[in-house]
DNA sequence: ATCGCAAGTGCAACTGATTTGCAAATACCT
DNA sequence: AGGTATTTGCAAATCAGTTGCACTTGCGAT
């Protein structure tokens, strides 16, 4: 539920999040699973074939993988713009993202809280929010 | 300043503000800022070439186009994820989006106001925020 | 009004991310 | 260990968006 830095995960672990959520375990899986835990921010896609590829990892098989477990809630799937998906364990919880426009740089706002009030009461009808995106330049960019 | 129908936009007008942005007034940016106006909501790239390609404009056009003015500042571009960029009549003023993730209609928040404060005080330093993007399920979908 | 040329356009070919069809490989239940 | 439904790797396809280039056009100067 915590953020964690890059300790890895142990392979019995992997193995039961696999299964509780119907998939088999395998190698490609296992891999994909580490990458993500290891990372304190969200994956893209690119990101995760990158890593993979070189340990034999088919990207076809990453990007379906990825299909997977976000089919199965193992991981969220941010649309984070810029013709990218990124990824990160849903075990984390549920937080806001910050994205910068400029460098790209994706921060997971944990800290922040945020508040959402209809100002007038015409009420646009949202039904559940379960993801918020805030862009623009970051410290660094400005 | 306030968000319209779909009345057209008059030639004339249209032609101020291209040259104001210091761009020559051609068909394919005069039909590309009627295609904006006429929508209540930000058009996809996809959905603005569609609309214009039937008139004889080039997808390449298009997407010039729409980078042109997005460098002019005449639309703003929002990246609401789901690999496609879409686009806003810059004088519609800065508003929050809202985007359904299983139908993809997109709201425009302008009646909502957004409270986003620091929880504990370790402070995620973000620079300026410009876009608000949420994400979830609308209420028909939900 | 019309001329010249920089700016804008259409076309076709290219890129980069992601998807798909299919035959070979493999996890895992018995 | 054995059989089979699931996965995987590969190569080819797709899809949004971009680019190079020769041709056209808007518009300030004539």
Redo the contacts with the bound molecule.
């Keep these: 539920m915590t953020k964690r830095k890059s300790a890895a995960i142990s392979l019995p672990e992997v ?1 039961n999040r ?2 509780e959520a119907g ?7 296992v891999a994909a699973i580490n990458c993500l835990f290891a990372s304190p921010t969200p994956l ?3 990101e995760i ?1 990158e890593a993979l590829e070189p340990a ?6 990453v ?6 477990f976000t089919e199965c809630k193992i991981v969220f799937r941010l649309d984070l713009g810029d ?3 990124h990824y990160e364990l849903s075990d984390v919880g549920t937080h806001a993202h910050f994205k910068c426009r400029q460098c790209g740089e994706i921060q997971c706002l944990d800290d922040f809280s945020f508040e959402i009030s209809p100002r007038k009461h015409k009420a646009v009808r949202l039904g559940s929010v379960n993801e918020v995106l805030l862009r623009g330049l970051c410290e660094a960019c400005e």
Excluded at 63 to 68: A, V
């Design positions: 193995r696999l299964r998939l088999r375990c395998t190698p490609a899986r893209s896609s690119g074939v034999g990892f088919d990207k076809s098989t990007y379906r993988t990825l299909s997977e013709s990218m998906r």
